[in-house]
């Protein structure tokens, strides 16, 4: 096993090196209602299958990710290779070429390409991670004391992670598959594809509140077109008429119920955001179910 930049990598040059579809992309995350529906989406562009591992949300995620068609597993296991290829095969996703993606709070959407790329270079695995602190040598780099950045696997690296203890360094790795290590000391920063990042939590948000019927969007945003339509057209009926008839009369009292029904309609929005926003923290409080 050689060394090449930050990484490790075994069999360089093998002719074998093709570019296996990609057959699922499981999502690792918790707490991720304002993202699930772009990731699953997004993912779907380039894997068959997406498979979300639940470690523990308590908001609408896992509700959301079933009605976009993303399967969910329960996952409460330790975030290493080793347990993630464990899980894998018992939930009967070991066939075909994975990639495992822990989306935090810090993931950007616009990184997903770079994790693409890397599993159509054929390796049987590219394990991209972060030293914790107090790691030692990277050399010899205990995969259980590693953060996953991402994990791509195919049928054979996911097998052969499953058998590895729990103690086991890149060292252990067997020589007869394709595998690179790859140190990430730091996010990858994209400057050019911030503004995609910024358009695509916007557009997740805008997909939240429609999906969820949110009274800011519904009642707020025409009761705010309303109003300021009405008070700007009201400026100018003193001097758009110059006497006092059907039309004027009828003008002036469109443009008042045009301000009122705007000023009606963002107290509305207003009024029924603080009644959700109360109704949601006594069913925390008393653990009701949600939709009761």
Not at 269 to 282: E, H, P, S, T
Request: net charge negative; with cysteine; aromatic share 8%.
């Amino acid at each position: 096993m050689s060394e090449i930049g930050t990484g490790f990598i075994a069999c360089p040059g093998d002719s074998r090196f093709v570019s296996p579809p990609l057959e699922r992309v499981v999502l690792i995350a918790k707490d991720i209602e304002l993202r699930i529906v772009s990731l699953v989406v997004r993912c779907r562009e380039i894997a068959n299958q997406i498979v979300l591992f639940d470690t523990g949300s308590t908001d609408e995620t896992i509700e959301l990710a079933k009605e976009v068609g993303c399967d969910v597993v329960d996952y409460s296991g330790s975030l290493t290779p080793q347990a993630l290829a464990q899980q894998a095969e018992s939930s009967g996703l070991s066939n075909g070429l994975l990639l495992f993606l822990p989306i935090s709070s810090v993931w950007k959407l616009s990184e997903l390409p770079l994790s693409v790329n890397r599993a159509r270079e054929g390796w049987d695995i590219h394990y991209l991670y972060r030293l914790n602190q107090g790691n030692g040598s990277d050399d010899s780099v205990v995969l259980g004391e590693s953060t996953v950045s991402h994990l791509i696997a195919s049928e054979n690296g996911l097998r052969h992670l499953a058998k590895l203890d729990n103690d086991a360094t890149a060292d252990d790795v067997s020589d007869e598959i394709r595998v690179r290590f790859v140190k990430s000391d730091a996010p990858i920063q994209l400057p050019q594809r911030q503004s995609l990042a910024t358009a695509s939590r916007f557009a997740q948000l805008f997909y939240w509140m429609l999906e969820s019927k949110h009274p800011l969007l519904l009642f707020g945003i025409p009761g705010v077109v309303l109003f300021v339509l009405g008070y700007r057209l009201s400026g100018d009926l003193a001097t758009m008429f110059t006497e006092l008839n059907s039309t004027s009369i009828g003008v002036t009292l469109i443009t008042i119920a045009m301000t009122l029904i705007g000023l009606f309609a963002m107290m509305v929005a207003l009024i029924l955001y603080i009644m959700g926003k109360q109704v949601a923290r006594i069913q925390n409080q008393y653990n009701w179910p949600k939709g009761s």
